[in-house]
């Protein structure tokens, strides 16, 4: 059996020290001073929430997951006849399309136009995204050998992730970017089963089967993201998320056996920058405790449990993002509006929260749906000074 990815931490750890953003470089949007043509990020709305601080915002921020992307005209014109990951690899493109949601919607944040899998693409696994499916390997990663083959990520080779944040926080101005990695478990799922998959059996399977394949696995996939993660935040990145999208259909047991010291590697790999690091997951509500062990500032909740929950469940403690059901979205304002109040009511148990939905942004979204949310967050969480 491994050993535990660590106690849980004490809550309010201080983010953003003096010490911390010292390891920054002096241009970055965290740093740069006040009354720079572009002020710094670190007194937005989302860093303050992001930060447990959120009573000292004017209002409570809102980004969406995929909020770039297929529900926006502007992206469907910019990708027209280039391929995702071509896009997400061709940095004043990539950049582009980041800004794209914050200059039509006004959110709080941009969230880098990337993929999971860019990292193992960037390492020299062959891997595409077929439209409509998702991530395909060509080789899939089975064996002990296999993990053993796997390349390693260059350093050199995310200069191009670097161009490309530096380009995006260039258009950003003092609005946050948040970085982000495919968690150790969701991109060895990809990776083990070569494609997408209903219930991630094959990498179920491998961890018990064969544990030391998979705890190579799980370390190759946790240094290439934190690779990943600290390349954004050394550009530019003024928060990062780990999506674990797929954890969810994992037990706590095998979470805490096979899962948490993996993700627990990658947020340690970008802990001393202090930034916020939130971590995701979906149908992850018995697995909110170890997640949040694993080294998380923030947790974002998808929309099958309800805030004030998971704020009891994490002791009233831990800041929380979330968790606007996203099938909502197309129900009709009559539907969304009641839903997103009780949201908001709901993420008032935690010290601060972040609105987000509680899964990414369907592809079939009207995008004013979208703009006339973030405006009415805006206003009914106005705080008048
Ligand atoms: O706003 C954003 O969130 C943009 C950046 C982003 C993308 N993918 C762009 C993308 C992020 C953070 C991701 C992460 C990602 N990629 C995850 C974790 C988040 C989640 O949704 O759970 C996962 C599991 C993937 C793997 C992946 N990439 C899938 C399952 C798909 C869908 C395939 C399809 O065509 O339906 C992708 C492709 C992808 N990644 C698209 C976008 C905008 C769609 C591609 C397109 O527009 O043609």
């Given at each position: 059996m491994t050993a535990p990815a660590g106690a849980p931490r004490a809550p309010y750890r201080p983010l953003l020290t003096e010490d911390q953003l010292a390891h920054l470089p002096a241009n970055h949007p965290l740093r740069r001073a006040e009354g720079e043509i572009r002020a710094n990020t670190a007194s937005s709305p989302m860093l303050l929430a992001l930060t447990g601080r959120g009573n000292q915002a004017s209002h409570r921020p809102v980004w969406f997951m995929r909020q770039a992307g297929r529900s926006l005209p502007e992206y469907r014109a910019a990708r027209e006849g280039i391929a995702m990951l071509d896009a997400c690899l061709t940095p004043e493109l990539a950049a582009e399309i980041t800004v794209q949601p914050v200059r039509r919607h006004a959110v709080d944040a941009g969230i880098f136009f990337s993929d999971i899998v860019i990292p193992m693409k960037l390492a020299g696994v062959d891997v595409d995204i077929v439209p409509g499916r998702g991530p395909v390997l060509s080789s899939p990663v089975r064996t002990l050998e296999d993990v053993r083959a796997l390349p390693?990520?260059?350093?050199?080779?995310?200069?191009?992730?670097?161009?490309?944040?530096?380009?995006?926080?260039?258009?950003?101005?003092?609005?946050?970017?948040?970085?982000?990695?495919?968690?150790?478990?969701?991109?060895?799922?990809?990776?083990v089963e070569g494609g997408p998959s209903r219930d991630h059996l094959r990498p179920r399977t491998m961890m018990h089967a064969d544990p030391q394949a998979w705890k190579e696995l799980g370390a190759w996939a946790a240094r290439t993201a934190g690779q990943f993660l600290r390349a954004q935040i050394e550009t530019g990145a003024s928060a990062v998320q780990l999506f674990d999208s797929w954890a969810g259909s994992l037990s706590e047991g095998d979470y805490r056996r096979y899962v948490q010291e993996h993700s627990a590697?990658?947020?340690?790999?970008?802990?001393?920058?202090?930034?916020?690091?939130?971590?995701?997951?979906?149908?992850?509500?018995?697995?909110?405790?170890?997640?949040?062990?694993?080294?998380?500032?923030?947790?974002?909740?998808?929309?099958?449990?309800?805030?004030?929950?998971?704020?009891?469940?994490?002791?009233?403690?831990?800041?929380?993002?979330?968790?606007?059901?996203?099938?909502?979205?197309?129900?009709?304002?009559?539907?969304?509006?009641?839903?997103?109040?009780?949201?908001?009511?709901?993420?008032?148990?935690?010290?601060?929260?972040?609105?987000?939905?509680?899964?990414?942004?369907?592809?079939?979204?009207?995008?004013?749906?979208?703009?006339?949310?973030?405006?009415?967050?805006?206003?009914?969480?106005?705080?008048?000074?």
């Open positions: 390693e990520l260059e350093d050199s080779a995310l200069d191009v992730i670097r161009e490309a944040i530096a380009a995006t926080v260039e258009k950003l101005g003092d609005t946050p970017l948040i970085g982000f990695a495919g968690a150790p478990f969701t991109v060895a799922a990809y990776m590697a990658s947020l340690a790999a970008v802990e001393e920058f202090g930034v916020p690091r939130i971590h995701f997951g979906t149908g992850t509500g018995e697995l909110l405790g170890a997640m949040y062990e694993a080294g998380a500032d923030v947790m974002g909740v998808d929309y099958r449990l309800p805030l004030d929950i998971a704020s009891q469940r994490l002791g009233g403690k831990v800041v929380l993002q979330g968790n606007i059901d996203p099938a909502l979205l197309a129900a009709g304002p009559e539907v969304l509006y009641p839903h997103v109040d009780s949201v908001l009511q709901a993420g008032s148990a935690a010290p601060s929260h972040v609105v987000n939905l509680g899964h990414g942004v369907p592809p079939t979204t009207d995008p004013q749906v979208l703009t006339d949310l973030v405006s009415y967050i805006h206003r009914k969480t106005a705080r008048t000074v």
